[in-house]
């Protein structure tokens, strides 16, 4: 009788034991196998993960950040994601790229992070240079509607096993024309600068889309 009780109560601490046990076995068979999954990349349509590597070629995204830039324009306003990007006077005139600098364009960056593919489109309301009211909706989601980074780097060029970031999706209001660019951190095996170590990446505009009002 005491050794069945040892068995099989011994007593509370035996159960207790036993519970732990098949607990840390589940953690180990299943738990953990759930863990490792979420810090995976998401699921593309056709059910494989997206994690952004040359192993997952062509190149994904299921996030982005915006940005938008308004030049030769008069009280331009542009809103995406339920948020205003851009609200400028409509008494000034704003100065062309090429009076800002060159590169103004270039250079640009996007500083609204993190959007889920793909909210409702933008919508940007402007003046042009002569006067001439203009309203628009920019269906983002329409453009990148494959939902591929655009970029110009070959896949032998980029370093295997390396993740590539959001990419950021810039809308420029240009006097009359909208245009739409993606700008993408890709790393790569070559140098841009050929004897500097810290120019192994490309990260240019890519126009995806542009209209004329």
Not at 1 to 19: E, N, V, W
Not at 177 to 182: D, E, G, P, S
Not at 183 to 210: C, Q
Request: one cysteine or more.
């Amino acid at each position: 009788m005491d050794a069945q009780h040892t068995a099989c109560g011994g007593g509370r601490r035996g159960s207790r034991r036993i519970i732990a046990t098949l607990v840390v076995a589940s953690l180990t068979t299943t738990g953990c196998q759930g863990m490792a999954d979420t810090r995976q990349g998401p699921m593309t349509a056709d059910g494989r993960r997206i994690d952004n590597t040359v192993a997952d070629w062509p190149l994904k995204f299921v996030q982005h950040s915006f940005g938008a830039r308004c030049y030769s324009t008069h009280g331009c306003t542009v809103d995406y994601n339920g948020h205003r990007h851009v609200d400028h006077p409509d008494d000034v005139l704003r100065p062309s790229t090429d009076e800002i600098h060159p590169d103004a364009l270039k250079n640009a960056s996007a500083s609204y992070l993190g959007v889920m593919n793909f909210p409702e489109p933008a919508t940007v309301a402007w003046r042009s240079r002569d006067g001439v009211q203009h309203e628009a909706r920019v269906d983002i989601g329409e453009i990148f509607r494959d939902r591929l980074i655009l970029h110009h780097v070959p896949r032998e060029d980029i370093p295997e096993r390396v993740s590539i970031l959001n990419p950021a999706i810039i809308l420029e209001v240009n006097d009359r024309t909208i245009n739409v660019y993606m700008r993408a951190f890709i790393p790569t095996k070559s140098l841009r600068t050929p004897g500097n170590r810290h120019s192994n990446y490309r990260d240019e505009l890519v126009l995806a889309w542009t209209r004329t009002y």
